[in-house]
C-alpha cells in the first residue's frame, strides 16, 4: 500500500498532537481541524461514505467539558455513517481504570454525553495483549493503569 498524503497537527508541548497518513485507493477528505481532532469524510471502493473523526482528546481537565460539546456540535443529528477513533483521554468506566484515585463519573461527563446524543456505540475491541493503553510508568501500588483508546461508530 502506498501513502498518498498526510496530516500533522503540532502537539502542544509534550503533550496532545496528531498525525494521520492514508492510502491513495481510499477518496479522503479533511473536513475541519482542530488541535485535538481531525473531522474527515472517507470513501472507499465504492462503499457508502463514512464520516470519521481522529481525536486526541485534551490532557487538561478544564478543557475537556468544551471538547466533547464542540464534538457534539460538529456532527450534531443526521443517519450518515460515524466513526470515532483515537485517544479520549477519558476513563468512561470504573473498569478502564486501575490504581490511582478511585474513578469519578464527574471527570468524564462530556464524554458520556456524546455518545448518546450522536447515537454511538462502542466498537468491542479485542485486544491481543496487554488491555490498558496508558500507564503512570510506576510499578506496584503506585501504578496508575487507563484504558484511554477508543473507537465509537454508528
Do not use: H
Amino acid at each position: 500500500m502506498r501513502l498518498s498524503e498526510s496530516l500533522c497537527i503540532e502537539p502542544r508541548g509534550t503533550v496532545e498532537g496528531l498525525a494521520l497518513w492514508w492510502s491513495k485507493e481510499i477518496s479522503f477528505k479533511i473536513l475541519k481541524t482542530s488541535r485535538n481532532y481531525i473531522d474527515t469524510l472517507i470513501s472507499c471502493n465504492g462503499e457508502d461514505d463514512w464520516f470519521c473523526i481522529f481525536l486526541y482528546g485534551p490532557s487538561y481537565q478544564e478543557e475537556k467539558m468544551a471538547f466533547w460539546d464542540n464534538l457534539s456540535a460538529l456532527r450534531n443529528g443526521g443517519n450518515a455513517k460515524l466513526c470515532l477513533i483515537g485517544d479520549s483521554n477519558m476513563v468512561a468506566k470504573s473498569e478502564e481504570k486501575l490504581g490511582g484515585n478511585p474513578f469519578d463519573p464527574s471527570y468524564s461527563q462530556g464524554y458520556f454525553k456524546f455518545p448518546e446524543e450522536s447515537e454511538l456505540m462502542e466498537m468491542d475491541i479485542k485486544w491481543g495483549g496487554w488491555s490498558f493503553t496508558s500507564s503512570n510508568q510506576r510499578c506496584y501500588d503506585d501504578a496508575i493503569l487507563e484504558m484511554l483508546d477508543q473507537i465509537l461508530y454508528k
